[in-house]
């Protein structure tokens, strides 16, 4: 069982910035994918960004290439958000995997499986 834990969500101005906050507790995996996605309500869920231990694998959706960064200190992953923009207002969702990359691979969701998720941290960001 894995648990995570976010924070750092809330209100920011348009060209404004954020940083999210996630730690994983609980089972360990080695070599694997933590991320960050995001869901508007009525919309499906979109992944953001995604790394693997060490940063060795890193993945972006293209809406946020350039402006979010996304960073890793073993089980603890941030999301450090520059350049806002309405349209990232949503609820951000941390998530995990178990499968090692240790052979290669890739965070990206549509690739790799991240089977634990965090409650949600509420972004917002205002014109």
């Known amino acids: 069982q894995v648990l995570l834990d976010e924070s750092g969500g809330g209100s920011a101005q348009a060209g404004g910035s954020l940083r999210l906050s996630c730690e994983a507790t609980?089972?360990?995996?080695?070599?694997?994918?933590m991320g960050w996605f995001r869901q508007i309500p009525g919309k499906e869920r979109e992944g953001v960004a995604g790394?693997?231990?060490?940063?060795?694998f890193t993945y972006y959706a293209d809406s946020v290439k350039g402006r979010f960064t996304i960073s890793r200190v073993n089980d603890i992953v941030y999301l450090h958000m520059t350049s806002l923009k309405r349209e990232d207002t949503a609820m951000y969702y941390c998530?995990?995997?178990?499968?090692?990359?240790?052979?290669?691979?890739?965070?990206?969701?549509?690739?790799?499986?991240?089977?634990?998720w965090g409650q949600g941290t509420q972004v917002t960001v205002s014109s």
């Open positions: 609980g089972v360990a995996y080695s070599s694997n994918c």
């Open positions: 998530a995990s995997g178990s499968r090692s990359l240790a052979y290669g691979g890739s965070c990206d969701p549509s690739i790799y499986e991240y089977r634990f």
């Open positions: 790394i693997s231990t060490r940063g060795v």
